[in-house]
């Protein structure tokens, strides 16, 4: 076979992946392919895939963030506390989003100052994030947040009849592809994923770059976490707990290689969809979870192994 | 009577995405020869290694090893029937020990306990090394702490370590010394008077004629002719190759240098070097010799800030600059060329349009985000001015041959339009006509007024092309020559301690 099409095949993989997953949930399935269910299921995947489009720069960089979750649930906590204490919903929500990226910076910089693995520096922070949750919310849910027009709209909302949480979804989705494909910075995550020396020889500031990088997971992170606080209308202390995961899980179905390097942010979007239908799909079947994580696990097999055999 | 060939390949078809890569390739080896295999940079030479050992599929043809038939399915089975390759591209892994490495896949251990007898091994490595006439090397060195010339010998005691009928060296000396060569052929004498049959690809004409019994030439992907290196020439092999005369091996350097413009001060690193100064003007080619480890490479790094410096002081135009990143270095002006371009020059499995780009990033984009009409343009002006012969901007720099990888990262550093440029073996692994491409660049750039620093371990290059020289010896400066005062002798006994020099200059 040619490397032309061999090429593309690596890259629509994942889209046909989708597309039999959906047909045959589909076809087993008389609500599946209702409206209501369509809708419901890109917002159920919004969470997974904002998280994920992060993990994809992480892991662009060679690198991985286990910590997502724990970012998720303590950003999300320190928002709700903002707001129980009147702060205004909007100023609220940045201020949620500044401490993500406080997080996630903090991260970076015990990866990259530090010199410590992101598998560990991650799984450190991971345990820290999720302590200091507990002990800001003393364990408990913080409840009645808001019942501002807007921060009720940010979980719960439509507009045009299309879940809010999706449209958030869509234009990050939009705009992270554009940074990373068209921007100074995207070439950056690649470079220094695909040959951290000769990026660093060629100018790049590569520790900026994963400073960076740990920062943006952050504060998605901290996104998909007030979406569910919204939704709620309440924090809980243990949200986002094995996020880290489905987000991972997304990344490698979409074809991103661990190594670093090579992968797009649109095969993040599919396999966050992939990931998405198979729950709401054997949901629907009524199929038991403990069956519903062996085919998920199977999935991301089959995805690997698909994506091994077309370099 | 004529022996009957070791090895033949008849008819090989190689198609690379579509393209034709090897067309009807007949090559035979006869049982103890040192057999020579020369060509440009993609003329195919490697891929034929690689297909005989079975790492890429021939499209079309037949290999006979010893008069049967055979198609090895990867290089293990053709190490086991004693074929072993040494790649221009070194397969060294670069966390396990020399010894590791040398037994990788063939550890010796207490009988069938599966317990690792690493007294033996590191015992056998030592021989082996000491065979090689490598003494400073230790088995229980990290690899990839080893400079590229060491590791690379330790690749060649590897395949000596199995015993091998038929070794195949891809530009061994790529990476050796002068003096790390003589000792290469010396073991390659042995190896050839024991009977095994060497397959030897360079680009370095001096070699052939010294050790080669016999040359096979290969253009374009098909065989040109197989000679006698008796009954050949230097101009011969060069019209055979690039399929034209190629005129002087230099191109005439007529340049008068203008005024300081690079100033380096006193700059040490323990251990590494100590007190370096020196100058460069405008215009002027400044050559760096010095055995491979006399610490040319780290000088340049450290200048660059790739790496940092214990004290020293760097100017240009007489101005003091800071230099502690490689952006800053950039920022001055400066561009530097690594000798070791698989690890510090690319990224291999990006295409050549990213790999260029890595470095001009500013010039390519505005606000931050990248203009793909200045890209192109940027991109295809360096391809055209280099000539680098791709499918496409788009194809990976792994799969491009050597000597255009080499092109593509001195391309990466034309597009900054540098005021001094550090170049660090530029030439390793390129064509006799790519070589001078690559003086005839150089030697514009100095017209228009670019310094140029450049380290080689290859003599003629250095005497070639330097309006100075500079010679290391152990991390300190042994002496400067003019063009006119240098030769090879004193190169030599400079860089192996013979003269110290401590008026700089
Ligand atoms: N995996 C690959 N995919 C596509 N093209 C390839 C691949 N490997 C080699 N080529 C192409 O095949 C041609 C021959 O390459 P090869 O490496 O055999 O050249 P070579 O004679 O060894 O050159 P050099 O002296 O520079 O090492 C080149 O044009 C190269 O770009
Ligand atoms: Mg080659």
């Known amino acids: 076979m040619t490397q032309l099409t061999r090429f593309s095949l690596a890259k629509i993989g994942p889209l046909l992946g989708l597309v039999v997953i959906t047909f045959i949930l589909g076809i087993l399935s008389d609500n599946f392919f209702t409206l209501d269910n369509i809708l419901n299921l890109l917002r159920q995947v919004s969470v997974n895939a904002l998280i994920a489009f992060g993990m994809t ?34 100023l609220a929500v940045c201020m949620g989003l500044v ?6 910076a903090v991260n970076g910089i015990i990866i990259t100052k530090g010199k410590v693995a992101p598998f560990i520096a991650t799984l450190a922070t991971m345990t ?33 009849g299309i879940p809010f949480p999706a449209i958030v979804m869509v234009i990050m989705f939009f705009l992270l592809y554009f ?60 949200a ?72 | 009577m004529k022996a009957s060939p070791i090895i033949e390949m008849a008819n090989i078809d190689k198609y690379f995405a579509g393209n034709p890569v090897l067309k009807a390739v007949d090559f035979q080896v006869l049982p103890g020869e040192i057999h020579a295999l020369m060509g440009e940079n993609g003329a195919g030479k490697s891929t034929l290694v690689k297909i005989l050992t079975g790492i890429y599929r021939r499209d079309q043809g037949v290999i006979k090893w010893k008069n049967k038939e055979v198609v090895f399915k990867n290089p293990k089975q053709a190490e086991q029937n004693g074929i072993i390759v040494i790649h221009q591209e070194l397969n060294i892994i670069p966390h396990l020990t020399v010894s ?63 015993n091998a009928e038929m070794i195949i060296m891809d530009e061994p000396t790529a990476a050796l010394t002068e003096r790390e060569i003589e000792r290469l052929f010396h073991v390659i004498q042995k190896l050839k008077n024991q009977g095994v049959s060497i397959i030897y690809i360079s680009h370095r004409m001096e070699e052939i004629f010294d050790i080669c019994d016999r040359i096979t030439v290969l253009r374009d992907g098909q065989t ?133 780009a890595s470095a001009n990033l500013k010039a390519i984009s505005t606000y931050g985000v990248i203009v793909n009409s200045k890209e192109t343009l940027l991109i295809e002006a360096l391809i055209n001015r280099l000539q680098i012969r791709a499918i496409s901007s788009e194809q990976e720099a792994k799969s491009l041959s050597g000597g255009n990888q080499q092109k593509v990262v001195l391309a990466k550093w034309l597009g900054i339009n540098p005021k001094i440029l550090i170049l660090d073996e530029p030439t390793r692994g390129v064509d006799i006509g790519a070589k001078k ?69």
């Open chain 1, 57 to 90: 720069f992480v892991i662009l960089t060679a690198g991985i963030d286990l910590s997502v979750g724990s970012i998720l649930a303590l950003g999300s906590a320190l928002t709700a506390g903002l707001l129980t204490s009147g702060m205004d919903p909007l």
């Open chain 1, 99 to 104: 401490i993500g990226l406080i997080l996630g």
């Open chain 1, 128 to 160: 820290i994030y999720r302590g200091a949750t507990l002990v800001f919310t003393d364990g408990k849910p913080i409840t009645g947040l808001s019942d501002s027009f807007l921060f009720e709209m940010i979980g719960k909302g439509y507009v045009f």
């Open chain 1, 179 to 238: 940074i990373l494909q068209q921007t100074v910075f995207g070439r950056q995550v690649y470079a220094v994923g695909g040959n951290e020396e000769a990026s660093t020889l060629s100018g790049i500031k590569a520790d900026r770059v994963k400073i960076w990088v740990y920062s943006l997971t952050g504060m998605l992170s901290v996104l998909a976490g007030i979406i569910i606080t919204s939704r709620l209308n309440s924090a809980q202390p243990t």
């Open chain 1, 240 to 311: 986002g707990s094995m996020y880290e995961l489905d987000a991972i899980a997304a990344v490698v179905i979409g074809g991103t290689s661990l190594a670093g390097g090579r992968g797009r942010i649109t095969g993040t979007l599919i396999g966050a969809l992939i990931i998405g239908v198979i729950d709401n799909g054997l949901n629907l079947l009524h199929v038991s979870s403990f069956y519903q994580q062996i085919v998920k696990g199977v999935v991301i097999l089959l995805a690997v192994l698909l994506d091994r055999k077309s370099p």
């Open chain 2, 100 to 162: 590791q490495n040398l037994f990788l896949g063939k550890d010796i251990t207490y009988g069938k306990t599966g317990i690792l007898n690493k007294k033996e091994m590191h015992q056998r490595t030592k021989r082996r090394l000491y065979e090689l006439g490598v003494t400073n090397i230790h088995p229980n060195d990290i690899a990839g702490n080893l400079s590229i010339g060491k590791q690379q010998l330790v690749e060649i005691a590897r395949a000596l370590a199995a």
């Open chain 2, 224 to 356: 040109i002719g197989t000679k006698l290196i008796a009954d050949t020439s230097f101009t011969d092999i060069v019209r055979m190759m690039v399929g034209r005369e190629l005129g002087d091996r230099f191109p005439e350097r007529v340049n008068v240098p203008g005024k300081v413009i690079f100033e380096v001060e006193n700059i040490s690193k323990e251990d590494l070097f100590e007190n370096i100064s020196f100058s460069v003007r405008k215009g002027e080619i400044l050559g760096i010799a010095g055995l491979m480890g006399a610490g040319r490479s780290e000088v340049m790094e450290a200048i660059f800030g790739f790496s940092n410096k214990d004290h020293g002081a760097i100017r240009i135009n007489g101005k003091l600059v800071t230099i502690k990143h490689p952006r800053d270095a950039i920022e001055a002006g400066i561009g530097f060329i690594t000798e070791d371009r698989k690890s510090k020059g690319l990224i291999m499995h990006a295409p050549i349009r990213e790999n260029i």
């Open chain 2, 437 to 505: 491409e690559i003086y005839k660049i150089i030697n514009e750039l100095t017209k228009s007024g670019v310094a140029i620093i450049m380290i080689s371990s290859e003599l003629p290059e250095i005497l070639g092309m330097s309006d100075r020289i500079m010679v290391m010896h152990e991390g300190k400066i042994a002496t400067f020559l003019d063009r006119q005062e240098a030769n090879q002798e004193r190169i030599m006994a400079a860089a192996t301690g013979g003269v110290r020099h401590d008026s700089t200059y």
